[in-house]
């Protein structure tokens, strides 16, 4: 007997989280891809020093829902290194829709921030859709070994592209740190700018608070 793997389209319904409200007084919008693990309800705390007149934040959440022992909390996962392609095209579509139903004005500034696994999703939707925004922000996450510097050609001039990393994490070493740095710098040049922090694999609120 023979196995065959077959596949499917089908429609389905995912839900996101939004904080504080776009207003004529909204600066900068938010985009903001949570890590392995989080909600995207829960990922909201990290910005909630933000201005709230002038911030409005956006945060997408995660298809692939499973439970976190000890306690049996819930969490998240974006892909997995099993039919990625097809799971990052089936991201795309959700993080359009999402955009759509926001209908962000183009006066604002967008800021597009991936943390942990939410990095590898926010730069393949970035370098598929060819999205401007104002700011890009990296943290503590790995880029994707497919992307080159001919997918952020796009970007404006203007665009400032942040690096953030903890200098204890966990999951970054002194090697893994330096072909991170070195694959950010081929990919965005002069415009990337290296923010290290003393502390382990963490959203870095203190940070998040100066980019705007």
Not at 113 to 118: D, E, F
Not at 132 to 138: A, F, N, S, T
């Amino acid at each position: 007997m023979r196995s065959i793997e077959k596949e499917v389209s089908y429609k389905t319904t995912n839900s996101y989280s939004t904080l504080n409200s776009l207003t004529r007084e909204t600066k900068n919008v938010w985009f903001v891809c949570h890590g392995m693990g989080y909600l995207s309800r829960y990922f909201l705390k990290y910005f909630k020093g933000l201005n709230a007149e002038e911030n409005y934040i956006i945060a997408p959440q995660a298809p692939s829902k499973f439970y976190i022992q000890p306690k049996m909390h819930v969490g998240a996962n974006w892909l997995t290194r099993d039919e990625t392609k097809s799971g990052m095209e089936t991201i795309i579509n959700y993080f359009d829709s999402v955009l759509e139903s926001e209908n962000i004005p183009n006066n604002v500034n967008l800021i597009v921030l991936g943390y942990s696994q939410g990095v590898s999703v926010a730069l393949r939707y970035l370098s598929k859709k060819e999205l401007q925004c104002h700011q890009l922000v990296i943290h503590s996450g790995g880029i994707p070994i497919e992307l080159t510097n001919e997918d952020f050609k796009y970007l404006n001039d203007s665009t400032e592209v942040k690096l953030i990393y903890g200098t204890e994490d966990e999951y970054l070493d002194d090697n893994r740190i330096q072909l991170e740095s070195e694959r950010a710098q081929s990919l965005f040049g002069k415009r990337l700018k290296v923010i290290p922090f003393e502390g382990k694999h963490v959203v870095n609120v203190e940070i998040i608070n100066t980019l705007v």
